[in-house]
């Protein structure tokens, strides 16, 4: 059961987490597992706790969802805060995506994008090197061979209630609960009656 590794806390400032994107990167076939426990299991403990100074350091700013989606559609690019529980929701005319903790968004990935929905404390930065550029990018990569991953279960039931799952231990209930079922079903190719079925399942 994949929730047996959810007491797993992996810290993306240890050069250990970039060798499992290494392996995402290189291999044919990685587990959902695995992706599972290099992605969602990064969270706000493994970080030390952020002065106002050392945010000011990091370059990392909160901007109303409206400024982020406009600058995305131009090509910019920024980060997602690895500091804090938070994600964004990018909705394309077809789908939609996910960029959380690490990731990148805008450049060529989200020129398409539509809307955005930030879920948590959204703050973003701008990559403050060329080699945290490239790793951002990887780890947006990861993230989307993970919704590719839960896109594959056969079922749209059993994909609605993946989802909420994992939106649910990574970002608690009373948020995921006001997640709109639209978006929810974007991501994982389902319709927005089957991921509000699957909220009361």
């Not at 706790?49 to 910019?76: F, H, K, M």
């Not at 990887?138 to 590719?148: G, Q, V």
Request: proline share 6%; with cysteine.
């Amino acid at each position: 059961m994949i929730t047996h590794y959810f007491t797993v806390r992996l810290n993306s400032r240890n050069p250990s987490y970039f060798k499992w994107l290494d392996v995402i990167d290189n291999a044919a076939c990685v587990s959902l597992d695995v992706l599972v426990i290099l992605l969602l299991m990064v969270t706000p403990n493994d970080y030390p706790s952020l002065t106002s100074d050392s945010r000011d350091a990091a370059n990392v700013e909160q901007y109303p969802p409206s400024w982020i989606l406009a600058q995305l559609q131009q090509g910019c690019t920024f980060k997602i805060d690895t500091h804090t529980h938070n994600g964004l929701i990018l909705c394309k005319p077809f789908h939609a995506d996910f960029a959380g903790p690490g990731a990148t968004i805008g450049g060529d990935f989200d020129l398409d994008c539509q809307q955005i929905i930030a879920i948590g404390d959204l703050s973003v930065q701008l990559p403050i090197s060329d080699d945290d550029s490239q790793k951002a990018y990887r780890i947006r990569r990861a993230w989307m061979r993970l919704l590719n991953e839960f896109t594959k279960i056969p079922s749209p039931r059993k994909r609605a209630k993946k989802i909420l799952t994992q939106f649910e231990i990574y970002f608690g209930k009373d948020i995921t609960d006001h997640i709109p079922d639209n978006a929810l079903a974007k991501l994982v190719g389902v319709l927005p009656q089957t991921i509000q079925a699957a909220r009361y399942q």
